[in-house]
């Protein structure tokens, strides 16, 4: 589970619902791509972004300097109307930055501060900092209230204050490894109350990139297989979870699922018999909603895995730290290892039991990013204990449930994997590799995940899939195109680069709902599917069972992979165009292939059937909407 979450989770979203029920959320596509902590990546021209990047920065006398960026605060983010507003603070100053879309490839900012002190700063500052090339093409207009620079591919990117004493330090680019623009919001100290407003536009055009696409396939080397796509149910809402779970399972073809163990509440005391208190009746609710989650999978033939979040206190060292780390600032616990024999036979018992009452078995068993510490923490040589101990022990008692290796909080830590990958011993009690994808989406770090299964000849799981662990925070974000499109993208390349069996969506549940309406984050309205539904809609087409077929592209802002069954004749080609609209040609297509089936996703099509894409000589020719997601199908 995503590990900047609190545990009071229901005091939050009823928060979070008195602010959404007055605030509709939009499904107008703003230009300005803007970050929910206040940050912009740029503005969109035609569906290519013109990139740049920005911050609010606050400078303290001794130069040390604050600014908002992504988990440094706890920003608010909401859609009013046409605009997008963020409301944070970087120590005593709180900030709300308001963005609105002017019109073709411009947007207008304000950025309103009051300080809840007295701070002593050089200044406060809204930062641009542009990409290469336009360090050696600074021009100066005739308007000294504005400022024009120049990069390459005739890009231009021009800020106007739109208050005339605004202009002082607007020319002063700073020249690092690229060019700076600090646009003054107050200079010199605060006073406890003092407020200040900036208001101004930030311009950008630039060529277009329209050149076709050419995306070759190589069916004649098959990998790994992919499932389908998967979903997690951790219950934790049980007013909402169950109509977004009904509603996800019947639209949906969920391949893999994962439930909770609620373990504290299974046996909160180390002197008690749980598998004689549940056989007589004695259950907490919590685990019977665990329990008959795993049921519902059950029935419906989807394999699952079992994750232990909370510990109870007689398995671990120390008092249980509650989402939230502890007085030596470390998340989680540490497994009392005097108890193992104990804690192994507590887990197994809820799986024995189970068993008995409603008929299923997890295929795997895991406690959560146990590499970080949600809320088990282990070390790598734990970790490669607990595969051996826990692994025999399901066993011993006739279990065919295995241990996870991994289920890492981020791929960027697969070091954690390592002493079990070494371990021969341990090899035999693993049932997959995991990891969560919340960060570390650069090829090489995936590239570790997709070695580690080869290695070991284990199925790859990304048992959480999602793109931004604090997004729970600001949930106006989920409904936003552009992290749509984040998402469905990186899915995209985890098939291809990873190979995963499945990918299981955080979560299938009222938490980041794919959902809107029945009073998600105080919207009212109808129980309805968004484009991040849609998304995974799309993806779950991919017949099960198919596998990964190398794929390559020869262009930037695309994503593709490809899956297909040389023996049963079918073929799925997967593509996330996150830039302008453009012709794309697929060659490598196998002989007897004469016809693709098309479906788009993007802001205004939803999993939509277009026409048939022919295919001649191996090839086949489309058109990719601009900022879409398109699967082409051949069975």
Not at 287 to 310: C, D, Q
Request: hydrophobic share 40%.
């Amino acid at each position: 589970m995503p590990y900047l979450r609190g545990m009071q989770f229901h005091r939050c979203l009823f928060l979070l619902s008195c602010l959404f029920a007055v605030l509709p959320f939009s499904f107008a596509v703003a230009q300005p791509e803007l970050e929910p902590w206040g940050n912009l990546d740029g503005i969109r021209v035609d569906g290519q972004l013109m990139a740049f990047g920005s911050s609010v920065r606050v400078v303290f006398d001794g130069g040390i300097v604050l600014a908002t960026a992504k988990e440094r605060q706890d920003p608010h983010y909401a859609i009013e109307g046409a605009d997008r507003v963020v409301r944070t603070n970087l120590d005593s100053l709180y900030i709300t930055e308001q963005v609105q879309d002017a019109g073709r490839g411009m947007a207008r900012v304000t950025v309103a501060c009051t300080a809840h002190a007295d701070m002593k700063t050089k200044g406060v500052f809204f930062t641009v900092g542009l990409p290469p090339g336009f360090a050696a093409a600074r021009v100066a207009p005739a308007d000294p209230n504005s400022l024009l620079l120049e990069g390459p591919r005739g890009q231009r990117l021009e800020i106007r204050m739109l208050q005339a004493d605004g202009a002082p330090g607007l020319q002063d680019a700073e020249r690092q490894p690229y060019p700076r623009v600090d646009i003054p919001i107050k200079k010199g100290g605060w006073r406890n109350g003092e407020t200040m407003q900036r208001s101004f536009t930030i311009s950008v055009s630039g060529d277009i990139d329209r050149r076709p696409v050419h995306v070759t396939l190589h069916t004649d080397s098959p990998g790994r297989a992919f499932a389908g796509i998967g979903g997690n149910f951790r219950i934790q809402n049980t007013r909402l979870d169950p109509q977004v779970i009904d509603y996800c399972l019947q639209h949906l073809r969920v391949a893999w699922g994962r439930v909770e163990l609620p373990w504290r509440w299974w046996q909160p005391f180390g002197d008690v018999d749980p598998l004689a208190d549940a056989r007589s009746g004695h259950l907490s609710p919590a685990v019977v909603r665990a329990m008959e989650m795993a049921h519902t999978l059950g029935e419906k033939k989807i394999p699952f895995i079992l994750s232990a979040w909370f510990p109870p206190e007689w398995a671990v060292v120390g008092p249980v730290s509650i989402q939230q780390p502890g007085p030596d600032h470390v998340w989680g616990n540490r497994l009392n290892h005097d108890r193992d024999t104990a804690i192994y036979r507590s887990i197994t018992d809820y799986i024995v039991f189970l068993k008995e009452r409603y008929g299923v078995e997890p295929k795997y068993f895991s406690f959560n990013e146990s590499d970080l510490g949600i809320n088990v923490r282990q070390t790598a040589q734990e970790h490669d204990a607990l595969i051996k101990g826990m692994g025999a022990y399901f066993a011993a008692q006739g279990l065919g449930t295995r241990v996870l290796l991994g289920d890492n909080s981020d791929a960027t830590t697969w070091s954690f994997i390592g002493a079990a990958m070494d371990d021969t011993a341990a090899r035999r009690w693993m049932g997959a590799v995991s990891f969560h994808s919340w960060r570390g989406w650069d090829t090489t770090t995936l590239q570790h995940w997709a070695d580690a299964a080869t290695r070991l000849r284990l199925p790859l799981l990304v048992a959480e899939g999602s793109i931004d662990a604090a997004a729970w925070h600001y949930p106006a974000i989920l409904r936003e195109p552009s992290y749509a499109l984040k998402e469905i993208g990186l899915y995209v390349r985890l098939l291809a680069i990873c190979q995963p069996l499945s990918i299981l969506q955080w979560q299938l549940t009222s938490d980041y709902s794919l959902l809107a309406g029945a009073g998600l984050f105080g919207d009212t309205g109808a129980l309805r599917p968004t484009q991040r539904f849609w998304n995974l809609k799309q993806l779950s087409l991919t017949p099960a069972g198919l596998f990964a077929i190398p794929a390559g592209c020869d262009r930037p802002g695309i994503s593709v992979a490809a899956l297909g069954d040389n023996a049963r004749r079918e073929y799925v080609l997967h593509l996330v165009n996150d830039a302008a609209a453009r012709e794309v040609v697929v060659d490598g297509l196998p002989k007897g292939v004469t016809g693709l089936r098309m479906f788009t996703t993007n802001q205004t099509k939803s999993a939509e059937e277009g026409r048939t894409v022919a295919v001649k000589g191996g090839q086949a020719r489309f058109s990719a909407e601009a900022r879409s997601f398109v699967t082409l199908i051949a069975r």
